[in-house]
């Protein structure tokens, strides 16, 4: 694009350049800023998309981007294929997309890097610190991607949720993120040979796999945002094998940035990250109570016999889980809610932090129904109202309102904080069958006696509820 | 462009501080579009994409920059635009649709 301008303004180009990267990293920081809250957050995400827009419009006046075929060409078939996505995927899919956009953003980082060391004649050109940069970039990048891919798995299914491990597996895993760091250094030293590189790629990629597989479906949120902070870095390591400065300051922003998100997360379920990362939850299938306890009774209850119950409660309480995202039965319940409402029940929704498969999530598809945010409820919010409540209404929801959690010292989801739903008058859960939760621990709240069932698809079982209140 | 070393790392770290200090108190709520908006802004690396694909050289480097260019966009438009679907669903009580 710099043909076109006179040689005045030329000779001012270069510093042109890096003021307005100065101004999209402006834009990117208050991006962020405003997305911390929910009155803003849309106006963040718009600014930081405009920050975005001035970054790559303003690169493509740099003086050594000569050629636009293959720049046009890329930005026509990757825009296509992003807003195909971002317009067709489902509410509830929507952390298995993060994945993905996450894994090709970490790729891309690593094919920068590869591309300027493939595109530069003469490899000697490039000093340690280029070279380092380059390995680390690759690194980063492409164990993010592979990383990224096994979450997706694991979200949709693909890959069995459960945690696939096997003793000293981490410890391979460590081991060769290690040596993977040595051979980057070797490589800088020579980078003559070009199996090293080969080798890198190969070993960084493989780590990416091997090291969340072990993962436990369960953690995938935290591990896609940790995944985030890593495609961020690797963002900013191409930064550094550019010397290019507004990938450097937004690479590093987003790496510091998701690694906070990530450890509020980790707060959320009251773990800390090496025990997310290493501690292969989910493998404990089997634990306490898992099996061999067929004398507990249950009690179910049916559409009608809960309409009159829900109908004429003071207040209800609705605790979402992933059920109600499988089910896609956000609308149906909001529909539901809103006959209550009408009759003068107060309505109310408890969401604990790790509902659904990805923090916020439930929020996201309430919200798709119309739900409005000041209705749903954090967990430190709701847990003091457990006890005026008479009827809690727990839609798919397992693990987060399980009480081995508080009572079970041996148990792998001991000390997550949970909602207490046993304290309320009535809690009604509506589930296919009785099995166990992504923990894989059984639920002694279905065995409770002020707990009812109500079997069936959530979707169905809240379609029968909302006709069965036309009746009473 | 010869850049001083000392001073990129300088902006380096003085962005991580930066993103530490961004986050604070950010409610469940807001977890996935923030996770999703963060995540496209990490699609910044189509900048160095561009700059690999558009620059002269080997046409193998320039190709897999190509690639770069691709993957990235994806990111960063997908990203950005998945993020407003989110958010623009959220409304307070009493708002108008």
């Known amino acids: ?472 | 462009m010869e850049v001083d070393l000392t001073l990129l790392l300088f902006i380096f770290a003085l962005a991580s501080f930066i993103g530490f200090e961004l986050i604070s108190k950010v409610p469940p709520t807001l977890h996935t579009p923030l996770m999703s908006g963060a995540n496209a802004i990490s699609g910044i690396t189509i900048v160095g994409a561009l700059i690999v694909a558009g620059s002269l050289g080997n046409p193998i480097g320039k190709w897999i920059g190509f690639a770069a260019i691709i993957l990235a966009t994806i990111n960063v438009v997908g990203g950005f635009l998945v993020t407003d679907r989110m958010l623009e669903m959220f409304k307070k009580k009493g708002d108008e649709k």
């Open chain 1, 1 to 472: 694009m710099s043909a076109f301008l006179p040689e005045t303004i030329l000779n001012l180009l270069p510093d042109a350049i890096q003021l307005f990267y100065l101004v999209a990293t402006g834009f990117f920081i208050r991006g962020v800023k405003l997305l911390n809250s929910p009155g803003t957050a849309r106006k963040g995400n718009q600014f930081a998309a405009i920050g975005m827009l001035i970054g790559v419009l303003v690169t493509l006046f740099d003086q050594d981007i000569v050629e636009f075929e293959l720049i046009v060409g890329g930005i026509i078939i990757g825009g296509l294929i992003g807003l195909l996505l971002a317009k067709k995927v489902q509410m509830t899919a929507m952390p298995e997309l993060v994945a993905v956009f996450n894994g090709f953003g970490g790729a891309a980082s690593a094919l920068v890097a590869w591309g300027e060391l493939a595109r530069n004649p003469d490899i000697l050109s490039f000093d340690t610190t280029g070279l380092i940069s380059i390995g680390l970039s690759v690194f980063i990048g492409a164990l993010t991607f592979t990383g990224s891919f096994i979450a997706f798995g694991k979200l949709s299914g693909f890959i069995s949720g459960n945690a696939i491990t096997f003793p000293g597996l981490n410890v391979i895993n460590i081991g060769a993120m290690i040596a993977t760091l040595g051979l980057i250094g070797y490589f800088a030293f020579d980078p003559t040979n070009p199996t090293l590189f080969w080798v890198i790629l190969g070993v960084s990629l493989l780590i990416g796999v091997t090291s969340v597989i072990p993962i436990g479906g369960a953690d995938m949120p935290v591990v896609i945002s940790l995944l985030n902070s890593y495609s961020g870095i690797a963002a900013a390591m191409a930064g550094f094998v550019l010397q290019n400065n507004l990938l450097i300051v937004s690479g590093a922003l987003v790496g510091a940035a998701g690694l906070i998100l990530t450890n509020i997360m980790c707060k959320a379920m009251n773990r800390s990250l090496v025990n997310v990362i290493f501690g292969s939850f989910g493998a404990a299938a089997g634990g306490p109570g898992a099996s061999g306890d067929g004398d507990k009774s249950i009690r179910e209850t049916s559409a009608e016999d809960l309409a009159i119950q829900v109908a004429y409660a003071s207040k209800v309480v609705i605790v979402p889980g992933y059920g109600l995202a499988v089910a896609q039965a956000q609308h149906i319940v909001k529909e539901v809610a809103t006959k209550l409402e009408s009759r003068g029940v107060q309505v109310k929704y408890g969401i604990h932090p790790v509902a659904g498969r990805m923090p916020g999530h439930m929020n996201v598809l309430l919200a798709e129904a119309d739900v409005p945010y000041d209705l749903l409820k954090d967990m430190d919010e709701i847990n003091p109202e457990f006890a005026t409540t008479d009827v809690v209404l727990i839609i798919g929801a397992n693990d987060v309102v399980n009480p081995l959690a508080k009572t079970d010292p041996t148990g792998p989801i001991y000390g997550m904080p949970i909602l207490n739903v046993d304290e309320a008058k009535r809690t009604i859960v509506f589930k296919r069958s009785l099995s166990v939760g992504y923990a894989g621990i059984d639920n002694p709240l279905f065995y409770a006696e002020k707990n009812q069932m109500f079997f069936g698809d959530a979707k169905k079982s809240l379609q029968a509820l909302n006709e069965a209140l036309n009746e009473v």
